[in-house]
T-cell receptor, first 113, second 115 residues
Framework: DQQVKQNSPSLSVQEGRISILNCDYT??????FLWYKKYPAEGPTFLIS?????DKNEDGRFTVFLNKSAKHLSLHIVPSQPGDSAVYFC????????????FGKGNQVVVIP | DAGVTQSPTHLIKTRGQQVTLRCSPI?????VSWYQQVLGQGPQFIFQ???????GRGNFPDRFSARQFPNYSSELNVNALLLGDSALYLC???FGTGAMNTEAFFGQGTRLTVV
């Protein structure tokens, strides 16, 4: 049972433009959401997180938006840079539980110079 | 500051064999979790350990076991290996759990190939 879903497996975007990645979840107990970036042959690298008490969190070029009623979150990267080319994973957890992370399948992002 | 370190980075085993993977968390982190990532999928939770106690277990068979040592390092053991166990095994460390939790930071993973 896939509790975290990432559709549109791949995304190509021109350098300097905005990349938008979407993520949906089904478990209403999730209260903490994270985005990770992964290069080949490396482990996932933490990018940004958001607690369910917020609807937006910003860190430099990365902004995550959370819509709890729709059980939907998105990651905006602006401006996109060639180094952003990677697989992006959305993850969710119940922070007051054992904080196991449930991951989506990932989105491949290619930034075209 | 050293990040999460895992060993070995690559491993080839034969069906039926046993394997032990190792993980050292970030200094000061007391929680270690293990994940399995097969090609084309996101990481799947296997175990979480905090203060040497198992705090969570994913939907994996009893062939998978783990432990955490007093220095907070951890081992993942897989017995009677199957071809389907071929995957990238990821270790993640975080400061605590529940209210004390922080973001999980991952190691580079161990690529296990079962032939």
């Amino acid at each position: 049972d896939q509790q975290v879903k990432q559709n549109s497996p791949s995304l190509s975007v021109q350098e300097g433009r905005i990349s938008i990645l979407n993520c949906d979840y089904t478990n209403s107990m999730f209260d903490y959401f994270l985005w990770y970036k992964k290069y080949p042959a490396e482990g996932p690298t933490f990018l940004i997180s958001i607690s369910s008490i917020k609807d937006k969190n910003e860190d430099g070029r990365f902004t995550v938006f959370l819509n709890k009623s729709a059980k939907h979150l998105s990651l905006h990267i602006v401006p996109s840079q060639p180094g952003d080319s990677a697989v992006y994973f959305c993850a969710a957890s119940v922070r007051w539980g054992n904080n196991r992370l449930a991951f989506g399948k990932g989105n491949q992002v290619v930034v075209i110079p | 500051d050293a990040g999460v370190t895992q060993s070995p980075t690559h491993l080839i085993k034969t069906r039926g064999q046993q394997v032990t993977l190792r993980c050292s968390p970030i200094s000061g982190h007391k929680s270690v979790s293990w994940y399995q990532q097969v090609l084309g999928q996101g990481p799947q939770f296997i175990f979480q350990y905090y203060e040497k106690e198992e705090r969570g277990r994913g939907n994996f068979p009893d062939r998978f076991s783990a432990r955490q040592f007093p220095n907070y390092s951890s081992e993942l053991n897989v017995n009677a290996l199957l071809l389907g166990d071929s995957a990238l095994y990821l270790c993640a460390s975080s400061f605590g759990t529940g209210a004390m939790n922080t973001e999980a930071f991952f190691g580079q993973g161990t690529r296990l190939t079962v032939v």
